[in-house]
């Protein structure tokens, strides 16, 4: 999948606001986190993404499950990955795990988010930062070193935080295989002190 900058990012999402308000669909406003969210808002050095992460809807302040996409989205998502020769999936709910909406996202994350309108028809919540910082942790434990743990170094994450972090992600799962992964992990941040306290 071939990555994409910001400046591709910000005419894709324009171009997908455009395409939804002219087939006169009804306003969507969607929560988005991941490597395109930490690349809208200039949190992170890298300059590519390789998708745009959706996370949830929000309706009423709330965060309800975007999965599956409607139709009327993935159309126009089609067609923007047609003008704009983007990846077939550029557009996904891959990160719209169903235990995040029964077990809990991290408290608070609506009143962190940063919000832009692309048109009259579509709006985007990007996650922050230290909601970010949550989400990269746990998918760096889940999924291993990568991408993941260089996102959280550019994030500079504080004791604090990654302590914050690493207690919501035992709430998603809370067995001790996933403990001991997670511990080696804050090891491997600098932050081995950490572990007495999960």
Same mark, same amino acid.
């Given at each position: 999948?071939?990555? *994409? $900058? ?27 986190? #991941? #490597? !395109? ?9 890298? %300059? ?6 959706? +996370? ?6 709330? &965060? ?5 996409? !409607?139709?009327? @989205? ?9 003008? &704009? ?13 169903? /235990? *995040?909406?029964?077990? #809990?996202?991290?408290?608070? @994350? ?15 919540? *990007?996650? $922050?930062?230290?909601?970010? @910082? ?15 743990? !260089? ?10 935080? +990654? ?5 919501? %992600?035992? &709430?998603?799962?809370? /067995?001790? #295989? *996933?403990? +001991?992964?997670?511990?080696?992990? &804050? ?12």
């Amino acid at each position: 999948m071939n990555p *994409f $900058g910001r400046d591709t990012l910000e005419k894709a999402l324009t171009l997908l606001g455009e395409i939804v308000a002219a087939r006169g669909h009804p306003a969507e406003h969607f929560v988005v986190c #991941g #490597g !395109s969210s930490l690349l809208a808002l200039g949190l992170i050095s890298r %300059t590519a993404t390789r998708d745009v992460d959706v +996370l949830a809807r929000l309706e009423a302040r709330r &965060l309800v499950q975007a999965k599956p996409l !409607s139709p009327a @989205i993935r159309e126009a998502a089609d067609a923007v990955r047609t003008q &704009l020769d983007l990846p077939t999936d550029w557009f996904n709910t891959g990160p719209a795990d169903e /235990s *995040f909406f029964r077990l #809990g996202f991290p408290v608070g @994350i609506e009143d962190r988010l940063t919000h832009r309108a692309y048109g009259p028809a579509l709006t985007i919540g *990007f996650v $922050g930062r230290y909601d970010q @910082i949550h989400f990269k942790l746990y998918a760096a434990a889940d999924q291993g070193p990568g991408r993941h743990v !260089s996102d959280l170094r550019d994030l500079r994450p504080t004791a604090d935080e +990654l302590l914050a972090a690493a207690r919501w %992600t035992r &709430l998603q799962d809370p /067995s001790e #295989g *996933f403990r +001991l992964v997670l511990v080696d992990l &804050l090891r491997h941040l600098g932050h081995a002190q950490l572990a007495d306290q999960l």
